[in-house]
């Protein structure tokens, strides 16, 4: 925060504290100190070792080749062909990283060593694709590039400058030969060596802070693998709905009915104990039913490929244990169901059992033990529901509720179909229509 303070401005803290002043000189200088001299720069300048290091085989392999070992070549030959075999070695530490498993070892490297922004976002794993691999070759190129610069320098350089600032024997000669060399360069002996050794770390911060830079670039997802990311995640979000929604519709619907015909048992208990007696079986059996549809449910979430978690449970085969389930709770449905609904696809079948449970639960729920209509028919190469039930006093809806239709609409739109909910024409009834085409899939 920034207030201000007659003609000034003071930086407080969130409570109100001063917090300590960088903007002078003495701040500039000591956060350049510790971006050049800090626990970063010296994990960076390791990984750039690491690159020099890796350098050294595709280097020596080229110097061998060009022969710029031969000690009778003059000394501007000589270093003309070590420059030529660094030329060299670059294309062949490129076609080395074309090797699958480079891409995750860098990649571990720079999450380790670089300091990067965002180190999750670096590969992990060996490249998958030929996009992939041209960037990590890149980054490879750049890595050992700049590993063997910043190595070259500290080996050579280091040495060379400890030695000037020392002012150890056998420097004196050379101060001479810099000097009538260079007559007007103010740098001589321990001034030159500081020189050396500021230019290394220089060196080594500015390769160090390109290569942080370029790894979420090189070393980070391609456009088709966080297209295939952002895939796999929606397949992920869409199958824990569903499964939600298989909780939702199997707990909610026994919880329902349990509370019905606890509430039922407990006032007839004392006048028609066989009532109530049938009403605790009828709540046995809803509870057994309710836990080992729990058990499947739980069982998919175990399952480590989304792809083989689909949800299982009852089909409209097992209709009849829900209406008689519904009865022994108050709700007499009259239902009117079509012949061959035994014949439809098993992932129809499903949601179209759990489509009706909810509605069910519904009616239960908000109307209380009062009748209702149920018709599934099949019509025009589609299977229609319909369901209605006379609209009952409001009860209060429990925090968090009113997920039951969304809930169907959601299962009738995954198999390609539509759903409708409101008062009847008549404004006395509620009427749930539900569509789905006979060949859907999930």
Not at 93 to 100: D, E, F, G, R
Not at 222 to 244: F, G, H, K, M, Y
């Amino acid at each position: 925060m920034i207030t201000g303070v007659g003609d000034g401005l003071r930086r407080t803290g969130r409570g109100g504290g001063r917090l300590p002043r960088t903007a002078g000189p003495g701040g500039r200088l000591r956060h350049a100190a510790g971006a050049a001299l800090g626990r970063r720069a010296r994990l960076r300048w390791v990984h750039l070792v690491l690159g020099g290091a890796l350098l050294m085989p595709y280097w020596m392999l080229s110097v061998v080749l060009f022969g710029a070992l031969d000690p009778n070549q003059s000394p501007a030959r000589q270093l003309l062909l070590y420059v030529l075999s660094l030329a060299t070695s670059l294309p062949m530490a490129a076609v080395t990283a074309l090797v699958p498993m480079v891409r995750g070892l860098e990649g571990a490297a720079a999450r380790a060593l670089c300091s990067v922004p965002r180190p999750e976002e670096l590969a992990a794993g060996p490249a998958r694709s030929w996009a992939a691999r041209r960037r990590t070759a890149l980054w490879y190129v750049l890595h050992v590039l700049f590993g063997g610069v910043v190595a070259g320098m500290t080996l050579a350089g280091t040495p060379f400058a400890v030695v000037l600032v020392c002012g150890f024997s056998g420097t004196e000669e050379f101060v001479r030969m810099w000097q009538r060399h260079f007559p007007d360069w103010l740098a001589s002996g321990p001034a030159l060596g500081l020189g050396v050794l500021l230019l290394i770390v220089g060196t080594n911060a500015v390769c160090g802070s390109l290569l942080a830079r370029w790894a979420p670039v090189l070393l980070g997802p391609t456009p088709e693998e966080r297209v295939a990311a952002a895939e796999r995640r929606a397949t992920v979000l869409a199958q824990r709905n569903r499964l939600a929604r298989e909780l939702h519709d199997s707990v909610g619907h026994a919880l329902s009915a349990v509370g019905i015909q606890a509430s039922a048992a407990a006032r007839v208990l004392r006048s028609n104990p066989d009532f109530a007696a049938e009403a605790l079986a009828a709540i046995e059996e809803t509870a057994r039913a309710a836990v080992a549809e729990l058990d499947t449910v739980l069982g998919l979430l175990r399952e480590e490929d989304p792809r083989a978690a689909e949800p299982a449970g009852p089909t409209l085969a097992g209709l009849d244990d829900l209406l008689r389930q519904l009865g022994r709770a108050g709700v007499a449905v009259d239902a009117e169901l079509a012949p061959g609904l035994a014949g439809l696809p098993e992932a129809v079948s499903r949601e179209a059992y759990r489509i009706v449970q909810e509605g069910l639960t519904n009616v239960l729920r908000h109307a209380g033990p009062a009748p209702a209509g149920l018709r599934v028919a099949l019509a025009g190469g589609r299977l229609e529901i319909e369901l209605t039930n006379p609209l009952g006093p409001a009860r209060p809806s429990r925090p968090g509720g009113g997920r039951g239709l969304r809930g169907i609409a959601e299962r009738a739109a995954a198999l390609h179909g539509g759903s409708t909910a409101g008062p009847g024409e008549d404004g006395t009834t509620w009427r749930l229509a539900v569509w789905l085409p006979v060949g859907g899939t999930t």
